[in-house]
């Protein structure tokens, strides 16, 4: 029979005699027809009151709701919405500048305080008195700090090449007394961004001579030969956080930022001539005490000048937690710690930031020979017992 018969005569035969298979696809885990468990929240809201128990009058127990095993925020870390006519004029002022400032995109709480001035002074006293954080570079970091809100990118937009030019003009006219200029950190450029930072400071003296300059800078990765172009700018101060104490850095820091590398950097800037070299310590992310000290001593041995010291606050639910909320009374301490070991001047409490306040500081203290003062008294009365210490 041909293959042309054969294949007619299987198409003509009763449907009965097909045999259909079936391929049955299973699954790699087999589903179960357990169900599943309600959720706490649906739990605790059929088992809460109902409103017949409100009706009654009787005392009910609360349902409580949100997070309630991480450390709730204390009341002197809440502060009041920042007003006032130096606050008003410097935010006004920003934005027809178009400047941008660190104060607002890293949420200060201190944004009110810093802004505002002095209390009771005149709106151009205030002005004067006041402190403002300009951001330069962009707004876009290639570090992906723990605690930091600032966004992130390998690759940040290119550096406009008009912005010394421009942030100094529109400083000269803004009239503040204190001016301090940070940036992210920008591994992407050859330099790190230091001849446009150091660019920056010298266009602001050449414009406005009485303007003191705050340089806020990253790590250059290491690079001292940057730092040194900072450094000889013609700033009045050289900041650089170590932001933790040693042990904690790699887990709160970038992990192309380490301790030691932000000591050689302040290290270098001091050697260079810099006046006041300035630093700032969060607590709350898990450190100890015996930590801390540690800290302190290392940043004396390089004779930083300037440390300041504030509790962690943690931006959004993407950054690290908060260990603890340190109480002021504890702040208190390390303030008196820190001065004790001879730093010319200490800022500490929850709601210090590393520019804290920083024209107040430097105009009153510094510039009017306080500070300096108190540091020769110091260095006088422990003069004895150093050279007894050397003897044995």
């Known amino acids: 029979?041909?293959?042309?018969?054969?294949?007619?005569?299987?198409?003509?035969?009763?449907?009965?005699?097909?045999?259909?298979?079936?391929?049955?696809?299973?699954?790699?885990?087999?589903?179960?027809?357990?169900?599943?468990?309600?959720?706490?929240?649906?739990?605790?809201?059929?088992?809460?009151?109902?409103?017949?128990?409100?009706?009654?009058?009787?005392?009910?127990?609360?349902?409580?709701?949100?997070?309630?095993?991480?450390?709730?925020?204390?009341?002197?870390?809440?502060?009041?919405?920042?007003?006032?006519?130096?606050?008003?004029?410097?935010?006004?002022?920003?934005?027809?500048?178009?400047?941008?400032?660190?104060?607002?995109?890293?949420?200060?709480?201190?944004?009110?305080?810093?802004?505002?001035?002095?209390?009771?002074?005149?709106?151009?006293?205030?002005?004067?008195?006041?402190?403002?954080?300009?951001?330069?570079?962009?707004?876009?970091?290639?570090?992906?700090?723990?605690?930091?809100?600032?966004?992130?990118?390998?690759?940040?937009?290119?550096?406009?090449?008009?912005?010394?030019?421009?942030?100094?003009?529109?400083?000269?006219?803004?009239?503040?007394?204190?001016?301090?200029?940070?940036?992210?950190?920008?591994?992407?450029?050859?330099?790190?961004?230091?001849?446009?930072?150091?660019?920056?400071?010298?266009?602001?003296?050449?414009?406005?001579?009485?303007i003191l300059v705050e340089a806020l800078t990253g790590d250059f990765a290491g690079n001292l030969e940057n730092v040194s172009l900072v450094a000889k700018s013609g700033l009045d101060v050289y900041a650089h956080n170590v932001e933790t104490v040693e042990e904690l850095t790699p887990f709160v820091r970038d992990r192309r930022a380490t301790f030691r590398q932000s000591l050689k950097v302040l290290e270098h800037a001091k050697k260079e001539g810099v006046r006041i070299t300035k630093t700032s310590i969060m607590l709350g992310v898990g450190e100890t005490e015996e930590q801390v000290i540690d800290a302190l001593r290392e940043l004396r041995k390089i004779d930083v000048d300037v440390v300041t010291f504030g509790q962690y606050m943690r931006p959004t639910k993407r950054h690290m937690k908060v260990d603890r909320y340190v109480e002021p009374s504890e702040f208190d301490r390390w303030k008196q710690t820190a001065d004790e070991m001879g730093f010319l001047y200490v800022a500490s409490g929850p709601l210090v930031r590393s520019s804290y306040k920083a024209g107040e500081y430097f105009i009153e203290n510094v510039l009017k020979g306080k500070a300096t003062e108190n540091r020769v008294k110091n260095l006088v009365t422990q003069e004895p017992s150093t050279s007894h210490t050397q003897t044995t």
Not at 39 to 55: M, W, Y
Not at 123 to 138: D, F, H, Q, S, V
């Open 1 to 210: 029979m041909s293959a042309h018969s054969l294949l007619v005569t299987s198409l003509l035969r009763p449907r009965s005699n097909f045999r259909l298979s079936y391929q049955v696809r299973h699954l790699a885990t087999p589903s179960t027809s357990t169900p599943k468990p309600k959720s706490n929240f649906r739990e605790t809201l059929v088992s809460g009151p109902s409103l017949d128990d409100f009706i009654s009058g009787e005392p009910i127990e609360h349902v409580v709701l949100g997070n309630t095993k991480g450390p709730r925020l204390p009341s002197f870390l809440k502060t009041k919405i920042p007003s006032g006519a130096s606050f008003n004029k410097i935010k006004k002022d920003l934005r027809g500048l178009n400047l941008h400032t660190v104060c607002e995109e890293a949420r200060c709480p201190n944004i009110g305080d810093c802004w505002g001035g002095k209390e009771g002074a005149t709106t151009e006293e205030g002005k004067r008195a006041a402190t403002a954080t300009i951001m330069l570079m962009g707004d876009t970091c290639t570090r992906g700090c723990r605690f930091c809100s600032v966004k992130t990118s390998r690759t940040p937009p290119p550096l406009d090449p008009h912005e010394p030019e421009n942030t100094a003009e529109a400083i000269s006219r803004w009239g503040l007394g204190y001016i301090v200029l940070t940036s992210v950190d920008r591994d992407d450029l050859v330099d790190g961004g230091a001849r446009h930072f150091a660019e920056t400071i010298m266009k602001i003296k050449q414009k406005a001579p009485q």
